[in-house]
């Protein structure tokens, strides 16, 4: 029988991969940087009602899920996102703070109402699925408005972790990209968020704008039979959130200068520009919400040529929570970055084979977006090259899943050498499956 009893804080773990050592008057380090969190007591699959109350339970949802007019086409996609909401409302633990949306061009709170959260009980669980009996398609779509509701209740709640799941099935077309922007500026650091999309009229870059500026997962939902399915696991992984805004801290020594800091697995995401200062040379990068489970970073530093047998600590890289009163508490978890000098030519240029593959990974999903750019503005040659380093690229490196979605946009004729042929037709939720899922990663064999 499944114990789905009180689970434990995680512990953090950093791990560093790289090779160290420089040639003569050498300046780039790169480093893989695994951090690990275990001993979190995920609770996926546990019955809502098997799941513990109380601390445990220190968590708020938002459920924003969109009400257009565009949802009633075909109007079975409605009733699935009534359906998947319900799931989800299922899939919340005793005890945990939560709230239904309903969007169109304004925001309205479906259920409880009153500017307030509900907490997850038998009860109001219950409640809130009669809620969404009533929810109904009209109107149009301004999700920056959604997203500032969510804001408004989810910081009612006394919680550590904030959390929002979006979906929508159209283009934000009643309100600016301005306006989306400065939501999504607003809530940034406040609450995490997935996005979904679901059918293909919606645009691939607002649905991942919004997952990658609120640190959350986007994807494609392209039959709406799938939603449900889609949902709970998305709250699943929300329930079994136990550390909230977690930092990435890279202290560096004078004279040394990052030039980026990267996301690299399970998804490619760049935190370079969200750094914050965090006291003399050292800066924090943020990671979101963790539960049990692992991602990579590619940290990248510049540092002052030194001679031949030098050596120094080119980083520090630790992770640390925000206290109360402001002040940030380190989670006991380091690993170090170093740069030797050396005149051996096979130490110096040998790459380490985590840099190397996902610095191989970040070109994959910068190659599919460019090529599918390339084509929807009609440039053959330059989409077929694009696509065909793709194939390259996600057949050395074994990225079976892109492999399999490239397939679908481009007949490939050598995989070794990437050579291909755009395909002359190309359903629309093939391609836009693709974009959406392009900066996903594989690990690296080690």
């Known amino acids: 029988m499944a114990n789905f009893s009180k689970p434990s804080v995680p512990r953090f773990s950093v791990d560093v991969y790289q090779n160290e050592y420089l040639p003569d008057g050498g300046t780039q380090v790169d480093a893989i940087v695994t951090v690990t969190s275990t001993g979190g007591g995920t609770l996926v699959g546990a019955p809502a009602a098997a799941r513990p109350a109380g601390p445990d339970a220190d968590a708020a949802v938002a459920l924003m899920v969109d009400c257009s007019g565009s949802m009633d086409y075909p109007p079975t996609k409605m009733r699935n996102a009534r359906d998947a909401t319900a799931a989800a409302v299922d899939t919340l633990r005793d005890g945990v703070h939560f709230a239904v949306i309903g969007g169109t061009h304004v925001a309205k709170e479906v259920y409880p109402g009153g500017g307030r959260l509900a907490v997850a009980d038998a009860t109001t669980r219950e409640q809130a699925k009669q809620a969404l009996r009533k929810l109904y398609a009209g109107g149009g779509t301004a999700i920056g408005t959604w997203l500032r509701l969510a804001d408004r209740l989810l910081s009612s709640a006394d919680v550590a972790i904030r959390h929002g799941i979006l ?65 709970t696991r998305m709250m699943e992984n929300a329930m079994g959130k136990e550390v909230a805004d977690v930092a990435l801290r890279v202290w560096t020594p004078v004279g040394t200068n990052i030039r980026f800091v990267k996301q690299v697995a399970p998804t490619v995401e760049d935190l370079t520009g969200r750094r914050t200062e965090a006291g003399p040379r050292a800066g924090d990068y943020p990671t979101g919400s963790w539960g049990d489970e692992s991602r990579d970073y590619h940290v990248c530093v510049e540092v002052p040529a030194a001679g031949l047998g030098r050596e120094m600590l080119a980083a520090r890289v630790s992770l640390v929570v925000p206290r109360p009163d402001g002040s940030a508490q380190n989670l006991d978890a380091q690993g170090l970055v170093r740069a030797v000098w050396t005149d051996d030519m096979t130490a110096s240029t040998s790459i380490n084979p985590q840099v ?91």
């Open 167 to 231: 979906l929508t099935d159209g283009r934000n077309e009643h309100e600016s990209a301005e306006d989306l922007r400065a939501a999504l500026d607003a809530c940034a650091g406040r609450f995490t968020c997935d996005a979904r999309g679901v059918g293909t009229d919606w645009e691939v870059k607002e649905v991942t704008s919004i997952a990658s500026a609120l640190l959350g997962s986007a994807d494609i939902v392209a039959d709406p039979a799938g939603l449900a399915a889609d949902f």
């Open 356 to 446: 190397a593959h996902y610095t191989g990974q970040a070109e994959l999903a910068q190659a599919i977006q460019e090529g599918l750019d390339l084509r929807k503005a009609g440039d053959i040659d330059g989409a077929t090259a694009k696509l065909g380093r793709a194939v390259q690229l996600a057949g050395a490196s074994g990225n079976a899943d892109t492999a399999k979605l490239l397939a679908k946009v481009v007949d490939v004729v050598d995989v070794a050498t990437g050579t291909v042929r755009l395909k002359a037709k190309v359903a629309e939720a093939d391609e836009m499956t693709l974009e959406t899922r392009s900066t996903k990663t594989v690990r690296v064999k080690k």
